[in-house]
């Protein structure tokens, strides 16, 4: 799902030894689809020369993996490829680089190659890679980098104004999948002809090209709640959509990413969609931390907010393909709501179900 016109041109992912893992999800949501760059390659050693659709999801879409950046930049620089970025890919818990990455992180420099990294490690902080950047006339660019006070928002109440429908995509755990689907609903809505977009709350969504966003993990805690209502607001100012889809953050009860409960305040939505994995038992990177049941997590965003969630929306992990349906009747059964793995079979049936909430 690659746009070859982008808007910061052909990209390398770096995610070694960690594609296909929970800690690779930046660079899978730039496999599955990105509008900031035109993805060209991945690198991890594990899986070099597959395809990274179909590794990811069992659908090839011509993005081939390489062993390192150097096997990258060199086959795609034979097939005429010009690369122009190398993104850092990684994930990790605490958003830490690790040493191993800073080696290829100055070979793309020394190519000239814009390099842009969504981790806690500032690459601006490096001098040798910032000599790097310089002497080979490049950018390094921090996406998680806490913005100056004087451009952050403090919350307003303006949001009050917003009459489009607005949805947030909260999940029973972090790392379950709630970016993905919000971009699915995001373009389901576009398919049938709706005006729709995405609110990125997160260094991947802002990576991904969605205009409206701001980085709730590394916003100073006074200004999260004005972010959002900045990034709702401007969107619905600006773009005049239908509907503004929500990206959410971490859990409202997983230990180390309570993330939810300022979306919920701040965003103000009108319907709730949680993404659940049954077959998760513990709270992701924290074993010991029993997952909450699912009536539980849904009761306390009713509690919370006092909006309803309107559908659940199935990560599929563990499970075989002829086991997705039953695991949503069985969710349905358990909860009364309507459920749906939209990466497996797509978004049609649950935007059959949103699109009722349109506001005339």
Not at 20 to 48: C, M, Q, W
Not at 90 to 115: F, H, M, T, W, Y
Not at 177 to 205: D, S
């Amino acid at each position: 799902m690659q746009h070859k016109e982008s808007i910061d041109g052909t990209a390398i992912v770096y995610c070694q030894g960690m594609f296909n893992t929970p800690e690779g999800k930046t660079s899978h949501g730039l496999v599955r689809f990105t509008e900031r760059y035109n993805v060209v390659g991945i690198i991890d050693e594990r899986y070099a020369g597959k395809d990274a659709g179909e590794v990811l999801d069992n659908k090839p879409n011509g993005i081939k993996i390489f062993k390192d950046f150097g096997t990258a930049y060199s086959e795609l620089s034979k097939d005429g490829v010009a690369v122009k970025n190398f993104v850092v890919g990684l994930a990790p818990d605490g958003g830490r680089l690790p040493q191993s990455a800073k080696q290829e992180i100055a070979a793309a420099l020394q190519a000239g190659l814009n390099v842009d990294s969504g981790l806690h490690d500032f690459l601006t902080n490096d001098k040798e890679l910032v000599k790097l950047a310089e002497k080979h006339n490049c950018r390094i660019r921090d996406v998680r980098k806490t913005p100056d006070r004087d451009k952050l928002h403090f919350f307003t109440g303006e949001i009050e104004k917003v009459d489009c429908l607005k949805l947030a995509v909260l999940g029973s755990d972090s790392a379950i999948g709630k970016r993905t689907t919000a971009w699915l609903v995001v373009h389901g809505f576009k398919k049938e002809g709706y005006k729709a977009e995405m609110i990125g709350t997160g260094q991947t969504g802002w990576m991904q090209g969605a205009k409206y966003s701001m980085i709730m993990d590394s916003c100073i805690n006074d200004f999260v709640s004005g972010e959002i209502e900045h990034a709702v607001v401007s969107a619905w100012k600006e773009a005049d959509p239908d509907v503004v889809v929500i990206e959410g953050q971490g859990s409202l009860m997983n230990p180390a990413y309570p993330g939810g409960f300022e979306i919920l305040a701040a965003g103000r939505p009108d319907f709730v969609i949680l993404q659940h994995a049954p077959t998760r038992l513990e709270y992701d990177g924290f074993p010991g931390y029993k997952l909450h049941p699912l009536h539980e997590q849904i009761n306390a965003i009713k509690v919370i907010s006092g909006k309803e969630v309107i559908a659940v929306t199935l990560n599929h992990e563990g499970l075989k393909p002829e086991e997705i349906e039953p695991a949503c009747k069985k969710i349905t059964a358990e909860t009364g709501l309507p459920c749906f793995d939209v990466l497996a079979h797509g978004a049609d049936d649950l935007i059959e179900i949103l699109k009722e909430k349109i506001r005339k």
